[in-house]
């Protein structure tokens, strides 16, 4: 396993999933809803930026492995449905809305693995359409952990619910695009081995 300071990064994302969720469950803390909210925002905020900051890195530094290619996505994927499983039991998100984010999520991680087993995994790279729904989807999750006025006059309860309810949105869309790539390699793939 290669160690390098991009895949230090990604695991100190990982190592901080946590810490997300554990500032709303450890009552030896002691912190107020409202603390709680910026804790977690924050810790959420410092993750999301270690997922930028690890992939510039690797690119300049010629750093990209095929461990930290393999770390990279699950330890965006754990923080993700992590946030949104507290926002849940918070009742700040709808238990369809993150059903339908985190059941794209293992589908389409599932289908690039068995693209990348046929050897065609560039038929489903990340495409422009992901990443809005990655942008709009880490630019919710803080507001609605913090969910209340940020600077006295941004509501992030109302803000960060329609901006995820957009990148459910861009999931779902997201999904069937990905779908329609892999769909004639799908096809091949199965008509090869009814031939055979």
Excluded: C
Excluded at 73 to 95: E, Q
Excluded at 109 to 133: D, Y
């Amino acid at each position: 396993m290669p160690f390098n300071i991009p895949i230090l990064l990604t695991w100190l994302r990982v190592a901080l999933i946590p810490l997300v969720v554990g500032v709303f469950y450890v009552p030896e803390i002691g912190l107020s809803r409202y603390e709680q909210g910026i804790a977690s925002t924050i810790i959420f905020v410092v993750a999301a930026a270690t997922d930028w900051f690890d992939g510039f890195l690797a690119r300049r530094w010629d750093q990209t492995s095929a461990f930290g290619a393999f770390l990279d996505p699950v330890a965006d994927k754990l923080m993700v449905t992590g946030a949104l499983l507290v926002l849940v039991h918070l009742d700040r998100v709808h238990p369809i809305t993150a059903f339908i984010i985190i059941g794209r999520e293992i589908a389409i991680s599932a289908l690039r693995e068995w693209m990348a087993q046929i050897g065609a995994s560039k038929s489903v790279a990340v495409s422009s359409l992901g990443k809005i729904k990655t942008t709009a989807q880490m630019i919710a999750i803080p507001m609605l952990l913090f969910y209340g006025d940020l600077f006295g006059f941004i509501n992030t309860q109302v803000l960060g619910k329609w901006l995820l309810l957009i990148a459910a949105v861009l999931t779902v869309w997201s999904m069937f695009y990905y779908l329609q790539k892999a769909w004639p390699l799908i096809k091949k793939v199965q008509e090869s081995k009814s031939g055979a």
